[in-house]
Structures are given as structure tokens and as C-alpha cells.
């Protein structure tokens, strides 16, 4: 029924455990494998959402069927967001315990099947997406430090449900799957069976469909790399791990490929804006070169500054403050929500701490005396928002050096910083 080979080479294989049908044949499929071929470890992974009392019962099911097919289970309890979607608020809370879970090379096998993808593409459709979204589901994307992988989209719900049966397979029916104020549900229960009764292969075409719509947005996602290429040169060595773009060379662009260049490179950062919000990227690409604009998003935002845009999210939401001492100047020192800094140079010395900017430091710079630190970091080009987290050495009241800017600073110190993390957990 599916194509495990592409994967034997990970480290462990998890499967999303809900419970029912779908999850109990992957489930199965996979047990039946393993045993019968050298496979990776198998574990299974329940996530309890909470949100109804039925709910409670079903870790104890998954339990038993996995303790009687020898599988190790992990139950993860999540707190659900409130918000307008509560369905988008619990796979977000889902995935984000999937991210959590994966290790480096690890694979989450997950069981959605045709028919979900023929609901998706059908819904989105309802919602106005673009290709992106109606190429629908990946048989394989990035996930965390792993992949998720879709092994049975080519299945039917009726192929599952008769697989299920005929070996007398136990399943979890949740009563929420009946309730449709849902839109998935109803789609579901009162539009699709209308329209099998008329198309009977609807399923079957409309999961064609987000094929063919897949294979158009893999050319758009080849012409994306291609005009990426010139925009991502450029970024300055001295803030590594700081994602930016060349904003003369996207505004070389048509619009509609600038769009399509922003998709694919936000797509592995963020949750993408629907039409009415790219309007931010026009505020965005078409301010005043001394402003200062912000285009925000869902796991994170776009700064505009010095000739490029800047993807910040993580810790860059919050802001860094305060001093610390530095006891032993041989260890890097770890700062709160900012990397860690370490010292090269100048060994032995005491009396180090790191400072952040209040306005108003003077440096002392070889060959040019004594220069006010905000027109140095201007000749520097530093992204003013980098400037408030710019670590500073000082011994007492004196400005040593500044980090990762090896011009700046007294003969024979150097600070160099890691900068703080760039990612949100994107699910």
C-alpha cells in the first residue's frame, strides 16, 4: 500500500498517534513493516489537545494498541491558543509538539490520505489561495530537525476503512469530526458526498489537481532561487546568522516576481500573509530611505535598513538590556536573549563587563582618537536594529572594544558575538 524505502536510512521513525482510522492503519502498515524488514526504531507520539472530555480516554486506547504491537508511545498534553480558529490553533499546538519531538534526521510519519488532500484543496480554493496553497499537501517537507512525511495520500478513506476491518482493527471515532460548524467537517459531510454523487472520481481529481498545481509551483519555486541568488549576496560577515536580501535587486524585479521570490524564502520562515496583507511588502519596499519600516508577520517580521531586508524573529522580538560582569574572560559569558560574547585577546584581565548602548560612548580609535560611537557604527553600516543588542566591552569606564566589528576597538581586543536565535518554530 506504501513506499517506506526512502526513508530507511533515518534515525528513528515517529508516527502521529491520534487514534483514529487513518493514524491506526499508518500505525499498523508501518508495525507490519518493521517487522518483516531492517527498519529504523519505531515510536509512536499521542498529543492530548484538552478540549474535550472524550478526549481523556484516548491516550489509555493508544496505549494498548501500541503496547500490543510492542511500540514505545510518547503522550504529549498541549495547551491550546485561544483564538477565531480554533482548528488552526490546535494543529499549531500539534506541530509544534511534532517540532519538539524530532531529532536531527528523524521522521514523522503522518496519515492523512487523498481524500484529506482533496478537502484541503478544496478549501483553500473556498479561501482564495494562491498557488502555494493550492498545490495543498507535500508528500514530504522539512519539519523541525526532521521531515514530515505523508506516506498514504494516495490512498482513499474507503481503501483505509476496509484495510481496517478486514483485520479487525480498533479505532478512536472523535465526536468532534461530526460537528459542522467546522469548515473541514462540513466540507466533508455535506458538500463532498453532493459531489461524488454527481463526479464519482471527485476525490480522485481534485488530489490530481493539487498535483499538477504542486509541479507548477516547483518551476515558480526554481525561478525563486534563481532571482534569490543575486539578492542574497551582500550580507555583511559580521552578523552571521541574520537572514537579509538586496533590496535594490528584488525591486529590479516585476512585482509578481518580487512576490513570488518573497514566498518561497519566507515559506521556510513563517506562516505567509494572504493577499490583502502584501500590501506591507509595498509599505515596506517603498519607504522613505531614512525610515526605518517594520512589515509584521505571523512568526516573525521584516526590517528594512541599510539597503537590505531582515528577517528577525526569536529572541530578536524581545529587547536585550543591562550590564554584565565578566568574572573569568577565558569562558565565553552568556547573555540573556542575546548569544554569548567571547574575548580574544588581553588575556588575564580583570574588571571586564558587557554593556549595552545608552547614547552618548566615546571610543578611542587607534589613529583617529577619541570618536563618538554612533557615527562610528554609521560609517559601519550597522542595521539600526542591531544597535540597541550590540555588545560592548568595557573595563570600568572604558569602551574597549565593540563586537564583531574588529575596527572598532582598542589594539589587541577583539569581542566576538553569536547572535542570538532566528527562529519561532515555524510548524
Known amino acids: 500500500m506504501i513506499n517506506l524505502t526512502p526513508w530507511l536510512n533515518a534515525p528513528t521513525w515517529y508516527i502521529a498517534f491520534s487514534g483514529g482510522l487513518d493514524s491506526t492503519v499508518l500505525l499498523h502498515l508501518l508495525a507490519d513493516y518493521a517487522r518483516s524488514h531492517a527498519a529504523p526504531p519505531l515510536r509512536a507520539v499521542h498529543v492530548h489537545h484538552g478540549l474535550q472530555a472524550a478526549a481523556d480516554a484516548w491516550p489509555a486506547h493508544c ?147 493539487a498535483e499538477h498545481l504542486g509541479e507548477a509551483l516547483g518551476l515558480l519555486d526554481e525561478l525563486a532561487q534563481g532571482d534569490l541568488v543575486t539578492a542574497q549576496q551582500g550580507a555583511p560577515a559580521a552578523w552571521p546568522g541574520l537572514a537579509s536580501l538586496d533590496l535594490a535587486s528584488l525591486v529590479a524585479l516585476s512585482p509578481a516576481r518580487q512576490r513570488n521570490a518573497l514566498q518561497y524564502w519566507l515559506s521556510q520562515r513563517t506562516r505567509l500573509p494572504d493577499t490583502r496583507h502584501w500590501a506591507g511588502w509595498a509599505d515596506l519596499r517603498d519607504a522613505a530611505a531614512d525610515a526605518q519600516p517594520v512589515w509584521r508577520l505571523t512568526d516573525g517580521q521584516l526590517q528594512r535598513s541599510q539597503g537590505r531586508i531582515w528577517w528577525l524573529s526569536g529572541d530578536w522580538l524581545q529587547p536585550a538590556a543591562g550590564q554584565l560582569a565578566w568574572p573569568d574572560p577565558g569562558m565565553p559569558l552568556p547573555l540573556p536573549g542575546n548569544g554569548n560574547v567571547r574575548l580574544v585577546g588581553a588575556a588575564g584581565v580583570g574588571g571586564l563587563r558587557v554593556v549595552y548602548r545608552q547614547g552618548g560612548e566615546i571610543l578611542e580609535v587607534p589613529g583617529r582618537g577619541r570618536r563618538d560611537l554612533k557615527r562610528l ?51
Open 377 to 427: 557604527l554609521n560609517e559601519q553600516q550597522v542595521p539600526h536594529f542591531l544597535r540597541a543588542r550590540l555588545p560592548l566591552l568595557y573595563q570600568g569606564e572604558r569602551l574597549l572594544a565593540v563586537a564583531n566589528l574588529p575596527g572598532l576597538g582598542q589594539a589587541g581586543w577583539q569581542l566576538h558575538w553569536q547572535l542570538p536565535t532566528n527562529a519561532q518554530g515555524l510548524s
Open 63 to 209: 496505549q494498548a494498541v501500541c503496547a500490543n504491537l510492542g511500540i514505545a508511545l510518547e503522550v504529549i498534553h498541549v495547551q491550546v491558543s485561544p483564538g477565531a480558529s480554533l482548528e488552526q490553533a490546535a494543529r499549531d499546538a500539534r506541530y509544534a509538539a511534532f517540532q519538539q519531538t524530532l531529532g536531527p534526521g528523524d521522521i514523522l510519519f503522518t496519515g492523512q490520505h487523498r481524500d484529506d488532500q482533496a478537502e484541503t484543496l478544496l478549501l483553500r480554493l473556498l479561501r482564495g489561495a494562491g498557488l502555494r496553497g493550492l498545490a495543498a499537501m507535500p508528500g514530504q517537507r522539512p519539519l523541525g530537525q526532521g521531515s514530515l512525511v505523508r506516506p498514504l495520500l494516495g490512498c482513499a478513506r474507503q481503501q483505509l476503512q476496509a484495510y481496517a476491518q478486514a483485520r479487525g482493527l480498533a479505532w478512536i471515532d472523535d465526536p468532534s469530526n461530526a460537528d459542522t460548524r467546522f469548515a473541514r467537517n462540513f466540507l466533508r459531510r455535506e458538500v463532498m458526498p453532493q459531489l461524488q454523487q454527481r463526479w464519482p472520481q471527485v476525490g480522485q481529481n481534485f488530489a490530481r489537481a
